[in-house]
């Protein structure tokens, strides 16, 4: 991918020496039989950029994202057919993957689109008078060191994205403000949340997007306070598995409301080779869906052919997954862009470009940066920035021209390293205190909060965290501070190795995020303990946290080595179980079954016997029982539950596990075995269910409860106190499960558990189940064609679910 935002000059593209696309630049695929090419509807015309002007003596490189387009227009041109088509609403949905190796141009090239817009084409085949068709490029990355500290970061990080180019808008399109404010609303509302939340750019920004106008809603209806917590519909209670669907549901609801003619959306994802599987299956849901709206999907992700780094097995295996998952797209017309390296005489067109140079001027130098780079558009930035840096290539004042010593060149390129040596060598470098200002930005992530990393990078308890003890003595470290700080961040983003955006910084390429990281001299994993640390101290550790998923983890990257005692294990333990509520709450089930598994890890058998500890050995143990149940593995969900019932001190610290267990059953389609166990499991708390009754037992069920309903006024049922009693919380949400599991196993005991729940509701008041108690008990009533006591019950039940309709 490219460190800067995209520019092709005007210059380039009429270009006296340009030539065709080399065919080992790169090569376009479709996953199915390509669809029929409509005649093109638009011209793609270039937007003005500021410096189009400046066409006086070049003393500086060409921009980098420049050179890594160089020798692609072929692609770009086919970027721009797919992009009109997914403009189209009558047609198939798009999407393109971008793959090549590490600085080919993936990100440069899907970032282009941003740079152009859609003309209506006219008969004679120019543009006419009509405004153009608007779209807007949004992207987000995985992170190859930090998948942890935000649930679905991509998807958030292009949201967010959106909602600054909108905001910035505000004054012109009236249109795009209030599509993205429809957006956000219903089940979008989800998406606002998890962006609140966020340590990502603007969040501040985002924050104010709608909470205002909730705030106002909340005052004008106090049952929405009653609504929110009754029904915990953002809280743990809800079920993982629903929690992911509902995320599902919350992206294509914004896309659908977003994604209009008027303003459409380029979605573009990088860096797929490090995805996560929730971020992964999120997105297979979002392609999956079959109205998406004007909507292109972008991905990009690195072959790794030949890569040695320590972590490219797992990113082989990802881009294996990738593969595997480009084939699950049903409902989508897929396109794959391969990118290669460029060959010589391409490079050298580049080299000449770069100096305002005619090719055959400057042959020895482009044979010889060709030859250390082997036409790597990046490396061959790096590769020239060196050569500058060095000097072996400066502008002479009094000639107006550039000016090389080729000695000096050929000591640069002969190094016998490979092709990042020239990123290492800027980064060694740095002055210290730049240099620490990088490696510390390199541990947190590829984007950074500013604020957190002016925390950081200040503390005196973390000054030697990246630094060498001989640098802190003779001083060659300025003290922490704040004026120390913006310093260090001036020089990195003139070096290009930083980049602001919005409240963060990030790096330019995910190349220079991994060789600034690869040279930190000291232990890496004591320096992610010492940060987990220090997050915690300084933000807490608990849900309200901001950086609390970061400090896990920080803390949890140390590795067991970093865990020195009793004390730090158990600190860690409580860390992950706080962690993994506020994943579950965020709806990322995969993340709250990693920080689950690194609390399990640490409990030892004697904490079993530990007063102090047993109850959150147990509840570790108990949650993640439950996360790997939902996601499918049941291996995992059976080791757990095996521990519990083995461990437990007495029966009702295993209810959890038998209903978990029970679930694992009725996922098996084995109802029998499903139904005993939650049957046992309800009894321990006291609610004694007949596993298999009669139908005359259950018609008497019915109307027992029905009596009891008709005592009760409507307003008497709508103000039900809340259950306090916890073992009476746990039994309505077992048997609003085994009513959902009995349905095709015995409908009998269905009907017993709807009386129940609602007989529950009626003696200890409403929860979260109430409005599904009331309303399947009203399907009850319905059956024995009750109807105007169904039709009662089940206003009842939708007032308790929307108490403001």
């Given at each position: 991918g490219s460190p ?8 380039h ?7 065709p ?5 790169g090569?376009i695929s479709?996953k199915?039989t390509k669809?029929e ?10 937007k003005?950029?500021q410096d189009?002007?400046n ?9 980098l994202?420049?050179?890594l387009l160089?020798?692609r227009?072929?692609?770009v041109q086919?970027?721009q057919?797919?992009?009109?088509i ?14 090549g190796?590490?600085?080919s141009?993936k990100?440069a090239?899907c970032?282009?689109?941003g ?7 006219g008969?004679d085949?120019?543009s006419?008078a009509a405004?153009p068709q608007?779209?807007y ?9 930090d998948?942890?500290?935000m649930p679905?970061a991509?998807?958030?990080q292009s949201?967010?994205?959106?909602k600054a180019?909108?905001d910035?808008e505000?004054d012109?399109n ?5 599509a993205l404010?429809r957006?956000?609303q219903?089940e ?6 998890l962006m609140?939340?966020s340590?990502m ?5 985002v924050h ?5 106008e909730?705030e106002?809603?909340?005052e004008d209806h106090p ?5 929110d ?5 953002r809280g743990s209670?809800?079920n993982l598995?629903m ?5 599902g ?8 409301e977003f994604g ?10 990088d ?5 996560d599987p929730s971020t992964?299956?999120l997105?297979?849901?979002?392609l ?6 004007c ?8 072959d790794l052919?030949g890569e040695?780094?320590?972590?490219t097995?797992?990113?082989c ?10 084939g699950?797209?049903?409902?989508t017309?897929?396109?794959k862009?391969?990118?290669?390296n460029?060959?010589e005489?391409?490079?050298a ?7 305002n140079l005619?090719?055959q001027?400057?042959a020895?130098v482009s044979a ?13 930035q790096?590769?020239l ?12 004042l009094?000639?107006g021209r550039?000016?090389?010593d080729m000695?000096?060149?050929l ?5 016998a ?11 060694k470098?740095?002055?210290p205190h730049?240099l620490r200002?990088i490696?510390?930005a390199?541990?947190l992530?590829?984007f950074?909060?500013m604020?957190l990393?002016e925390k950081v ?7 030697s965290?990246?630094s060498e003890?001989?640098q802190?003595e ?15 961040v ?12 919005g409240?963060?910084l ?11 990281y690869?040279q930190?001299?000291?232990d890496?994993r004591?320096?992610h303990y ?9 933000y ?8 609390i998923?970061?400090?896990?983890a920080?803390m949890?990257?140390?590795?067991c080595e970093c865990?020195t005692?009793d004390s730090?294990?158990?600190h860690?333990?409580?860390l992950?179980?706080e962690a993994?509520?506020v994943a579950?709450k965020?709806?990322a089930g995969g993340?709250?079954g990693?920080?689950l598994s ?17 109850s ?5 143990h108990k949650l993640l029982?439950?996360?790997?149940a939902t996601m499918?593995e049941f291996?995992?969900s059976?080791t ?8 437990a001190r007495?029966?009702e610290?295993?209810?959890d596990v ?9 996922f098996q389609?084995d109802?029998?075995?499903?139904i ?10 006291g609610?004694?269910?007949?596993p298999?009754p009669?139908w ?10 029905l009596r ?7 307003n008497?049922?709508?103000s039900?106190?809340?259950i ?15 009513t959902m599991?009995?349905f ?6 269905m009907v ?14 409403s929860c ?12 009850c ?11 009662r019950?089940s206003?009842?039940a939708i007032?308790?679910?929307y108490?403001d309709r």
């Amino acid at each position: 991918g490219s460190p800067d935002s995209i520019e092709t000059s005007a210059e380039h593209q009429a270009s006296p020496h340009k030539t065709p696309a080399p065919t080992m630049s790169g090569s376009i695929s479709t996953k199915v039989t390509k669809q029929e090419e409509a005649k093109p509807r638009f011209v793609w015309k270039r937007k003005r950029r500021q410096d189009d002007d400046n066409s006086t003596g070049q003393k500086k490189l060409t921009s980098l994202s420049s050179n890594l387009l160089f020798g692609r227009e072929q692609e770009v041109q086919e970027l721009q057919r797919i992009c009109e088509i997914a403009m189209d609403q009558d047609q198939p949905r798009q999407a393109c993957f971008v793959h090549g190796p590490s600085g080919s141009g993936k990100t440069a090239l899907c970032r282009e689109l941003g740079q152009w817009t859609m003309a209506p084409k006219g008969d004679d085949g120019n543009s006419t008078a009509a405004p153009p068709q608007k779209f807007y490029l949004v992207e987000g990355k995985f992170d190859q060191y930090d998948s942890h500290s935000m649930p679905y970061a991509p998807i958030i990080q292009s949201l967010q994205s959106l909602k600054a180019q909108v905001d910035a808008e505000k004054d012109t399109n009236a249109s795009a403000v209030e599509a993205l404010q429809r957006a956000f609303q219903d089940e979008g509302n989800l998406l606002f949340e998890l962006m609140k939340h966020s340590t990502m750019p603007d969040d501040e920004s985002v924050h104010s997007v709608v909470v205002e106008e909730e705030e106002e809603e909340a005052e004008d209806h106090p049952t929405m306070n009653r609504r929110d917590s009754s029904l915990s519909r953002r809280g743990s209670d809800m079920n993982l598995m629903m929690a992911s669907k509902r995320m599902g549901m919350a992206v294509n609801h914004f896309l659908r409301e977003f994604g209009t003619p008027e303003h459409g959306l380029v979605i573009f994802i990088d860096d797929f080779q490090w995805s996560d599987p929730s971020t992964l299956d999120l997105i297979l849901t979002i392609l999956n869906e079959t109205n998406n709206g004007c909507c292109l999907f972008l991905g990009g992700f690195r072959d790794l052919d030949g890569e040695d780094n320590d972590d490219t097995d797992d990113a082989c295996r990802n881009v294996h997954d990738i593969e595997e998952f480009i084939g699950q797209l049903d409902n989508t017309h897929v396109a794959k862009i391969c990118l290669n390296n460029l060959d010589e005489s391409t490079v050298a067109e580049l080299v000449a470009k770069s100096y305002n140079l005619q090719p055959q001027e400057c042959a020895q130098v482009s044979a010889a940066v060709y030859g250390r780079t082997l036409g790597n558009p990046f490396y061959v930035q790096q590769c020239l920035d060196t050569l500058q840096r060095t000097k072996a290539i400066e502008f002479n004042l009094l000639e107006g021209r550039w000016k090389w010593d080729m000695k000096q060149i050929l000591a640069n390129t002969s190094v016998a390293e490979n092709v990042a040596y020239y990123v290492v060598q800027k980064i060694k470098s740095m002055p210290p205190h730049v240099l620490r200002l990088i490696q510390l930005a390199s541990c947190l992530g590829f984007f950074v909060d500013m604020t957190l990393l002016e925390k950081v990078y200040t503390s005196p308890i973390l000054l030697s965290l990246v630094s060498e003890g001989d640098q802190i003595e003779s001083n060659k470290i300025d003290s922490p501070s704040a004026s120390t700080f913006e310093k260090a961040v001036l020089v990195a983003e003139e070096e290009r190795l930083l980049e602001k955006v919005g409240r963060a910084l990030k790096f330019p390429h995910d190349r220079i995020h991994q060789a600034t990281y690869e040279q930190i001299q000291g232990d890496c994993r004591m320096i992610h303990y010492e940060l987990g640390c220090f997050l915690c101290e300084v933000y807490g550790e608990t849900s309200k946290s901001p950086f609390i998923l970061l400090a896990a983890a920080q803390m949890n990257r140390g590795g067991c080595e970093c865990v020195t005692s009793d004390s730090v294990r158990l600190h860690l333990m409580r860390l992950n179980l706080e962690a993994s509520h506020v994943a579950q709450k965020r709806s990322a089930g995969g993340l709250a079954g990693e920080l689950l598994s690194k609390g399990v890890d640490l409990v030892k058998e004697e904490d079993w016997m530990n007063n102090d500890v047993y109850s959150l050995a147990l509840e570790l143990h108990k949650l993640l029982a439950d996360t790997k149940a939902t996601m499918g593995e049941f291996e995992k969900s059976n080791t757990c539950i095996s521990t519990v019932l083995e461990r437990a001190r007495q029966p009702e610290d295993t209810v959890d596990v038998l209903a978990v267990k029970g679930r694992i059953f009725n996922f098996q389609l084995d109802d029998q075995n499903c139904i005993d166990l939650y049957c046992k499991a309800l009894e321990i708390i006291g609610i004694k269910m007949i596993p298999n009754p009669s139908w005359a037992r259950a018609r008497l069920e019915i109307l027992k409860t029905l009596r009891q309903t008709r005592g009760w006024s409507d307003n008497e049922l709508l103000s039900l106190t809340p259950i306090v009693d916890k073992k009476i919380k746990k039994a309505m949400k077992l048997l609003t499960q085994l009513t959902m599991f009995s349905f095709g196993g015995c409908q009998p005991l269905m009907v017993s558990c709807s009386c129940k729940l609602a007989q529950l509701s009626l003696k200890y008041g409403s929860c979260a189940q109430t409005a599904f108690a009331f309303s399947s008990f009203a399907s009850c009533v319905g059956a024995m064609e009750r109807l105007q006591d169904s039709h009662r019950l089940s206003d009842i039940a939708i007032e308790f679910f929307y108490p403001d309709r």
